[in-house]
C-alpha cells in the first residue's frame, strides 16, 4: 500500500495537478512569453476558498481583497445556470493601471508578465483604481496605499504554488504560459472573456477563461441589486471646479487686457490677483485626496503616459505663471510682456484643464468617458467670468461689467446645455448601456433633488440674476446690483460643485458581477 | 500627534507588517504570521476531516494550511478551514464558568459551577428518579470526550435520557444502516467519487457544504456521469450531467421506482442478492405498487428520465450515490436510506471500488459519537438489548453489569417533549444551539423555560448558553487533542496547538473532573484517567472485534498515514477501504443484508391555501450550523451576514419584491421578519429556500415537529409557509396540485392521524 505522501507525488506526476499543492511546475518562459492565470467556470462551484487563501497568503485584512468571486445567472428552473468568476489581476499585455499611474509605480516585469505595484513610490492617488476596467488595484485603507494581486511572484519565483491555486479544491485554477503574440492574434477573443467582464482587448487580459456551453442568454450578475453611489471625492470636486474657475477666471483677465489695447480700462494686479486664488487654493486641496500627501509632488513623475502627471505639471505651472502675471502687474512691467506672458499662461491653462478633462476619459468608467466631460469642465469656466464681471461692479467699471456678464450669461447658457446634453445621453447609447442606465438611475434615485439644485441655481445664478444685474447697474443701483452679483456668483458656484460631485457619485465603473450580499467588494 | 500627523500624511506603509518571509514548510508567506512551529491536526468543521497544520506564534494560533500528505484534502481547505485558527481567539468565546445569579450570567469557578450542577442533578435524581436529567450532546467533541460523556452519563448520571445533535443531522443514515445491513458504518471511501463511473448525489450540496469532495470528484478520470438529485438547483447541480428536479420529498419513491424498473428489465445482480441477501421476494412483490408512471406522477421526474438513471446501475461500471440531509432530515429519513441501499444491493453495487450507497456526514466527530457515544448503541456497535453484547462491555471496562442500560432511552426530540410534561428536570446541553438549531423554537424556549436547570457546556457564547443556569467554558478545537472519524470512517488524529483560553478546559478534562463530584463514580469510571489517551486505549478494547474496530489504531499511526479508515487490527493493520468486499461479510445472524419494503407517505402537513408554499432549509459554505464559530470571523461573515430567501421570479412577480427587498415568512407555528430576497430560478416556482445558521431570521420559528419515527430526526426540509411582502400582505395563492393515484389515498389516510395530532397542538 503506498502511503499519502507517495500517492500524493504520483497523482501530482499523473496529472500535473497545481491545485492542493504547495509547489509548482511550471514551464521556463521562452521569448515573447508569459505567465498567466487560467479559470474554468465549468469546474468552480463557487465555495470562496481562493478568497479566503489569498488573504490569509497576504495577510489582507477581510476587506481588502484581491482575489474576488463574482456569480451570474440566468435560464429557468430547472434549466438554471450558475455561473462563477473568480478573478484576481489579469497580468494585462497592456495594463491600464501602468499608463495612468503618475508615479510609474506598475512594473509589468520583463521575465515573467506579471503585473507587480511598487508600493514604496505609491503616493495613493488611486488613479488605477479608476483605470482598471476590472476595478482590480484596490486601496489599502491601513497602508495608504493601492495594492494588487502580483501572482504570488516571490512564491512563483521559487517554484511554489500561488495561494488561491493551491487552495482550489475543483482545480479551476492554474497558472499556464501564453505566447503574447499568438494570444494577441485572435485567441484572446474567444478565451478572454467572460459575462459582465469588460471586453478583454482594452486592456489585452491575459487571463484564459473556460465557460460553459449555450449560456442562457438572460444572465444576470447577482448583485444586480446593489446599486451604491461611487465615491463623492470632496477635495477634487472643489480642486477641479476652483481651478477651471481660474482658468475662466484668467481669461476674462486676459481678453480686457487685450481689449485694453482698443481704449477699455486697463486690467490690474487686483484683478489678476482674484482670479489666481482659486486655483491657488484648489490645487493644494487636491493632495487631500491621496494617501500619502507628503508625496504629492511625485505625481508629475509620468508625462510620458498619464494625464493625471501632465494635469499636476501644467496646472502646477499654470499657477506659478498667474503668480507672476501679478507681479509684472503690480512692478507694471512692459504691456507687451505682461501680454505675451499671460498669453502663455493661458495656454497652459487650458492645456491643464484638458489634461484634466482627459484624466476621466478612461474606458473603466463609461459614464466619464463622453465628449461632454470635457464640455462640462470647460463650461465651468463661466464662473471665472461671472467672479471678474463681480469685481468690475464692485469697481464700478461699467464699459467691463456689461459685456463681461453677457459673456458669462453665454457660457452658462452653455454650461446648462452640455449638463443636459450629458444626461440625456446616459439614457440613449448602446455601448456599456447596462453602466450608463445605472448612472441614470443614481442621477433619479438617490439624488434627484441635488439634480433639480444644480438646474434651478445655473438658471437662477447664470440667467436671471444676472439679467437684473445689468438693468440694476444701467440704472446706476451699484450697491445693490453688487450684492444681487454676488448672490449670481455663489449660486453658479454652488451649481458647479453640486455637479461635479454628482459627476463623481454617479459614475458606475465597469468591473466584475459580485456576490449577493458584498457586491463587487470595491 | 506627531504619529497622528505622520499618519495622515502617509510616511508609513506598513510595509514590515504585509511582507512575506520564507516558512521551511509552507514557502513564502506572510511574515507577521510565520508561526514558531506547525501543528499536525484536523479540521474541526464537517465530517469532511480533512487533515491541517496550525501554525503557532508566541502561543497563539495565526494560520491553517491544508496538509498535502493527507488522504482526504491533499492541501485544500475550505474557506471555513483556511481562517480556522481565528476562531479560537473569537469574542464570542465563553472565557470562564459562568452561574445565573439574578438574572444574569456571573463569572464563578469551577468548582462553584460544578458544585451547583452536582448538587442539583443529585437533589433531582432523588426526587424524581435518575432519568429526570436529559443530556443532548453533539457530534463536535473528540471520540475521546464522546467516550468519556457517553460513560459519565449513563452509567455514572444512571440516566439513558441521552442524544446528540447528530439526530438532527445523522441519525436517518445511522438507522438506514442498521435495518438494511444489520449495522451502522458508512460503506464506501471518498476514493470512490475517484473511481466511480456514475456519482448520484441525493438531497447533497456538497459544493456548498462538502466542497473538498469536489477534489475527488476532480480526481476522477472515468469522466463520471453525475447525477443530482435535488427539489433546489443548489451549486451542486451545476457539476450534474442530468440534474432531476425531484419534487419535495418524495425520493423514496423514486428509489423505489427505481429499483421497479431494475426489476422489470432483468437489470439485478442475481448471484449477488442470492448469496448476500434477505427479502428479495418480498421486495418484488411489494414494488408492484411503484410503477414507473406512477413513481412519474409522485416525483414529477419523467419516465423516461427514470428509465435512464436506473440503467445507470445495469452495466458493469461502478455506481455511488451519496446523499446528505436532503434524504436524513425527512419523516421518511430512515427508510429513504434503506431504499438507496435496496437498489445497491440489488444490482451489487456495493463493497467494490467506486460503487456504495455513501451517506456524507455534517459534523467533524458525528461518526465518534455514533461508535462511542453511547446515544443509539453501547460503544462499539453493540446494540441495545443484546444482552450477551452488554455483559462483554461490562466485563471490558470492568463495572457492574447492572449500572449498563439495556435499552436507549429518549430521542432529543423526546427529551424536549419529556421536559413539557415535567418529567426531565434538569438538562445538560454540550457543544450544541438548540435555540437556532431545532424546530419550533418559539414552543421549544418555552419548554426550556420550565426546567429546574439549564446546564450549557460550549466554547462560545450560543443562543442556548445564554439562557443557560450554569455554564461550563469548553476549550475548543486547537486547544485540546484527540480524534475525529471522519464520514468514510477515517480516523484522524486532532493535536493541541495552544492552551485553552482563559479559564476554560478540555470537554475531557471538565467531564473528568465533573464526575469527581459523584460518589465513587469516578474511581469506578475513569480510574487513574488523565489524558484523553486513556479513553481511546479504553475504547480500543472495547471496539475491538466489533465493526468499528479501533484496535489496530494508534495516535502515531494517524499522523504518519494521514488518517486510518476502521476497522483497523492485527488483520487489516492499516484499516479498510470499504466495508463488506468480498472477504467482509455483512454483520447480521445469517451475515446477509436486507432488502426491505419500504413505502412512501406524502408530507403529513401539505400546501393548503393559507400556507401554499413549500419551505427548504440549508446551509451556505461560509457560515457553520448556528454560527457560533463563524459569525465573528469577517471574511467568512461579510460574504453572508445575514439569511435570504431564494424565490422563484414568478412568485415574486405576484408578491411585487425583487432582490434586495424584505419580505416575511409565516408557518402555523411562527413568522420570521425581514429576511431579505434573492429572487432566482435555482428554486421552482412555489418554493423556497432560506439556510438556517441565522438566529437574527430564526427560520427554525416556522419547522414543524414531525420526526422521522425510526430515527427521531426532525422532518427539517419541506415546511407550508406563506410569505408576506409589504404591497402582498396576505400573501400568495394556493395553486391545486394534482393528485396522483390510488397511492396517494392510501398514504394520506395513513398520515392522517398524525394531521389530526396537528391541529389539535395548533
Known amino acids: 500500500m503506498q502511503t499519502p505522501l507517495e500517492s500524493f507525488i504520483d497523482h501530482k506526476a499523473d496529472t500535473g495537478m497545481q491545485c492542493g499543492n504547495y509547489s509548482i511546475d511550471i514551464p521556463k518562459l521562452q521569448e515573447g512569453e508569459q505567465y498567466r492565470f487560467h479559470f474554468d467556470a465549468t469546474a468552480c462551484v463557487g465555495c470562496r476558498c481562493c478568497e479566503v487563501a489569498c488573504n490569509e497568503q497576504n495577510n489582507n485584512p477581510a476587506d481588502t481583497k484581491w482575489r474576488r468571486v463574482g456569480e451570474m445567472e440566468g435560464g429557468e428552473f430547472p434549466l438554471f445556470t450558475q455561473l462563477f468568476n473568480s478573478m484576481s489581476c489579469n497580468h494585462c499585455i497592456d495594463p491600464e493601471c501602468l499608463k495612468g499611474c503618475p508615479t510609474n509605480s506598475y512594473i509589468k516585469i520583463d521575465e515573467t508578465g506579471i503585473v507587480v505595484h511598487d508600493d ?52 479551476a485554477i492554474e497558472i499556464e504560459v501564453v505566447n503574447v503574440k499568438e494570444w494577441l492574434d485572435g485567441a484572446i477573443d474567444r478565451e478572454a472573456n467572460m459575462p459582465f467582464l469588460p471586453d478583454a482587448r482594452i486592456t489585452n487580459s491575459t487571463t484564459r477563461y473556460t465557460l460553459p456551453d449555450n449560456l442562457p442568454e438572460n444572465m444576470k450578475e447577482v448583485d444586480e441589486h446593489i446599486l451604491k453611489p461611487a465615491h463623492s471625492e470632496i477635495p477634487l470636486v472643489f480642486m477641479t471646479v476652483l481651478t477651471q474657475i481660474s482658468l475662466g477666471g484668467f481669461l476674462a483677465l486676459f ?82 510682456t505682461i501680454l505675451l506672458t499671460e498669453l502663455f499662461t493661458l495656454l497652459v491653462g487650458i492645456f491643464g484643464i484638458y489634461a484634466q478633462a482627459m484624466i476621466y476619459r478612461i474606458k473603466a468608467r463609461p459614464a466619464w468617458n463622453r465628449t461632454t466631460t470635457n464640455l462640462k469642465f470647460f463650461g465651468t469656466l463661466h464662473v471665472g467670468l461671472f467672479l471678474l464681471g463681480f469685481l468690475a461692479i ?55 433633488k441635488i439634480k433639480l439644485f444644480r438646474f434651478v441655481s445655473i438658471i437662477l445664478g447664470g440667467l436671471i440674476l444676472p439679467l437684473l444685474v445689468i438693468v440694476l447697474f444701467s440704472a446706476g443701483l451699484f450697491a445693490v446690483s453688487s450684492l444681487v452679483m454676488f448672490i449670481s456668483l455663489l449660486l453658479v458656484f454652488s451649481s458647479e460643485i453640486s455637479d461635479r460631485f454628482l459627476f463623481y457619485s454617479t459614475v458606475v465603473p465597469l468591473g466584475m458581477a459580485g456576490g449577493f450580499f458584498v457586491g463587487k467588494q470595491r | 500627534m506627531i504619529d497622528k500627523i505622520k499618519d495622515f500624511l502617509g510616511f508609513d506603509i506598513k510595509a514590515d507588517k504585509y511582507k512575506l518571509s520564507h516558512d521551511p514548510q509552507f514557502g513564502m508567506i506572510s511574515d507577521e504570521k510565520k508561526p514558531d512551529k506547525w501543528v499536525f491536526s484536523t479540521c474541526g468543521y464537517c465530517g469532511v476531516g480533512c487533515g491541517l497544520y496550525i501554525g503557532v506564534k508566541n502561543g497563539r494560533a495565526v494560520y491553517t494550511k491544508g496538509n498535502p500528505k493527507h488522504n482526504v484534502n491533499m492541501g485544500t481547505l475550505c474557506p471555513k478551514g483556511l481562517s480556522e485558527h481565528q476562531l479560537i481567539n473569537s469574542p464570542e468565546r465563553v472565557t470562564t464558568p459562568l452561574i445565573k445569579k439574578g438574572g444574569e450570567l456571573v463569572y464563578s469557578s469551577w468548582e462553584d459551577a460544578y458544585t451547583k450542577v452536582a448538587d442539583e442533578f443529585k437533589r433531582i435524581a432523588s426526587q424524581h428518579g435518575k432519568k429526570a436529567v436529559g443530556v443532548i450532546g453533539t457530534g463536535q467533541l473528540l471520540t475521546e470526550e464522546f467516550y468519556t460523556l457517553g460513560k459519565f452519563v449513563q452509567l455514572g448520571l444512571g440516566t439513558n435520557n441521552f442524544d446528540g445533535n447528530t439526530t438532527l443531522c445523522m441519525a436517518s443514515a445511522v438507522m438506514g444502516y442498521k435495518q438494511s445491513l444489520g449495522s451502522d458504518g458508512p460503506v464506501g471511501s471518498y476514493e470512490d467519487f475517484e473511481k466511480a463511473n456514475t456519482i448520484i448525489l441525493i438531497g447533497a450540496n456538497i459544493a456548498d457544504n462538502h466542497p473538498i469532495l469536489k477534489l475527488h470528484i476532480a480526481k476522477n478520470k472515468n469522466e463520471p456521469k453525475i447525477i443530482v438529485i435535488d427539489p433546489r438547483a443548489s451549486k451542486t447541480s451545476q457539476m450534474a450531467d442530468i440534474y432531476v428536479p425531484i419534487k419535495p420529498r418524495t425520493d423514496l419513491a423514486l428509489f423505489n421506482g427505481l429499483a421497479y424498473i431494475v426489476m422489470e428489465q432483468g437489470w439485478e445482480d442475481e448471484s449477488y442478492i442470492k448469496a448476500n441477501t434477505n427479502g428479495y421476494k418480498e421486495l418484488k412483490k411489494h414494488l408492484q405498487n411503484y410503477p414507473p408512471q406512477e413513481v412519474a406522477n409522485i416525483t414529477g421526474i419523467d419516465v423516461k428520465t427514470l428509465y435512464e438513471i436506473a440503467r445507470q446501475f445495469t452495466a458493469q461500471d461502478a455506481v455511488l450515490s451519496a446523499w446528505t440531509m436532503g434524504v436524513n432530515q425527512s419523516f421518511m429519513g430512515t427508510d429513504t436510506v434503506s431504499a438507496i441501499i435496496n437498489l445497491h444491493l440489488l444490482t451489487g453495487q456495493i463493497g467494490r471500488e467506486g460503487a456504495g450507497p455513501f451517506s456524507i456526514t455534517g459534523q467533524c466527530n458525528a461518526m465518534g459519537t455514533r461508535e462511542s457515544g453511547f446515544t443509539s448503541s453501547l460503544p462499539g456497535y453493540r446494540n441495545f438489548g443484546d444482552e450477551k453484547a452488554l455483559k462483554e462491555y461490562a466485563k471490558i471496562v470492568n463495572v457492574p453489569e447492572d449500572i449498563v442500560p439495556t435499552c436507549r432511552g429518549y430521542k432529543y426530540a423526546e427529551i424536549i417533549d419529556a421536559i413539557d410534561r415535567g418529567e426531565i428536570k434538569a438538562l445538560w446541553i454540550v457543544a450544541t444551539n438548540p435555540l437556532v438549531s431545532f424546530v419550533n423554537q418559539e414552543k421549544l424556549r418555552k419548554t426550556l423555560a420550565k426546567l429546574d436547570i439549564l446546564v450549557v457546556q460550549d466554547a462560545f457564547m450560543s443562543d442556548t448558553a445564554e439562557i443557560a443556569d450554569v455554564v461550563f467554558a469548553a476549550a475548543t478545537w486547537g ?127 401539505q400546501v393548503n391555501k ?60 411562527g413568522r420570521v421578519e425581514d429576511v431579505v430576497v434573492r429572487v432566482t430560478q435555482s428554486v421552482a416556482p412555489s418554493t423556497l429556500f432560506v439556510p438556517f445558521h441565522f438566529n437574527t431570521q430564526l427560520v427554525n420559528n416556522l419547522t414543524a415537529e414531525s420526526f422521522c419515527p425510526k430515527s427521531g430526526e426532525p422532518n427539517f426540509k419541506q415546511t407550508a409557509i406563506q410569505l408576506h411582502s409589504d404591497e402582498v400582505p396576505q400573501g400568495l395563492e394556493f395553486q391545486e396540485d394534482e393528485i396522483s393515484g390510488a397511492i396517494s389515498y392510501v398514504k394520506t389516510k395513513y398520515e392522517g392521524i398524525k394531521i389530526k395530532e396537528k391541529e389539535m397542538s395548533i
Open chain 1, 255 to 336: 481678453l480686457g487686457d487685450v481689449m485694453s489695447l482698443f481704449g477699455f480700462v486697463q486690467t490690474n494686479w487686483i484683478m489678476a490677483l482674484l482670479v489666481m486664488l482659486p486655483a491657488a487654493l484648489g490645487l493644494p486641496l487636491s493632495a487631500l485626496h491621496l494617501g500619502r500627501p507628503f508625496l504629492a509632488m511625485t505625481a508629475m513623475k509620468n508625462i510620458k503616459t498619464s494625464w493625471l502627471s501632465r494635469e499636476a505639471l501644467a496646472l502646477g505651472v499654470f499657477v506659478l505663471l498667474m503668480n507672476i502675471v501679478v507681479v509684472l502687474y503690480f512692478i507694471k512691467a512692459p504691456h507687451v
Open chain 1, 394 to 448: 464692485v469697481l464700478g467699471l461699467k464699459e467691463v461689467a456689461i459685456p463681461l456678464i453677457a459673456l458669462a450669461m453665454l457660457g452658462a447658457i452653455s454650461q446648462i446645455f452640455f449638463t443636459y446634453e450629458d444626461l440625456r445621453t446616459l439614457k440613449n447609447t448602446k455601448e456599456n448601456e447596462y453602466q450608463l442606465l445605472r448612472t441614470a438611475r443614481l442621477y433619479d434615485e438617490n439624488f434627484s
Open chain 1, 120 to 171: 514604496d513610490t505609491c503616493i495613493g492617488c488611486q488613479y488605477c483604481t479608476w483605470n482598471c476596467p476590472y476595478e482590480v488595484p484596490t486601496y489599502h485603507e491601513e497602508r495608504k496605499i493601492v495594492t494588487k494581486c502580483h501572482m504570488c511572484h516571490e512564491r512563483l519565483a521559487v517554484g511554489e504554488t500561488p495561494a488561491c491555486v493551491q487552495a482550489c479544491p475543483s482545480r
Open chain 2, 479 to 605: 486547544e485540546k487533542e484527540g480524534t475525529y472519524t471522519n464520514s468514510e470512517r477515517r480516523c484522524n488524529r486532532a493535536n493541541k496547538a495552544v492552551e485553552p483560553l482563559g479559564n476554560t478546559k478540555s470537554d475531557f478534562d471538565i467531564i473528568v473532573d465533573f464526575s469527581k463530584y459523584f460518589e465513587g463514580v469516578n474511581e469506578l469510571l475513569f480510574p487513574s484517567w488523565s489524558k484523553p489517551l486513556d479513553a481511546f486505549n479504553e475504547f480500543k478494547k472495547v471496539s475491538k472485534g466489533q465493526l468499528c474496530d479501533y484496535s489496530g489504531i494508534t495516535y502515531e499511526l494517524l499522523e504518519e498515514h494521514g488518517g486510518i479508515q476502521w476497522p483497523c487490527n492485527e488483520e487489516r493493520p492499516l484499516g479498510t477501504k470499504r466495508l463488506y468486499s468480498s472477504d467482509m461479510p455483512f454483520v447480521s445472524k445469517d451475515q446477509k443484508a436486507n432488502l426491505l419494503c419500504l413505502d412512501w407517505f406524502p408530507m403529513a402537513e
Open chain 2, 610 to 669: 393559507e400556507f401554499p408554499l413549500i419551505l427548504n432549509t440549508g446551509r451556505t459554505v461560509e457560515q457553520w450550523h448556528t454560527r457560533t464559530k463563524t459569525r465573528s470571523i469577517d471574511i467568512l461573515n461579510d460574504l453572508a451576514p445575514e439569511a435570504w430567501v431564494d424565490i422563484n421570479p414568478s412568485d415574486a412577480d405576484k408578491l411585487k419584491v425583487k432582490s434586495g427587498d424584505r419580505i416575511s415568512l409565516s408557518s402555523a407555528r
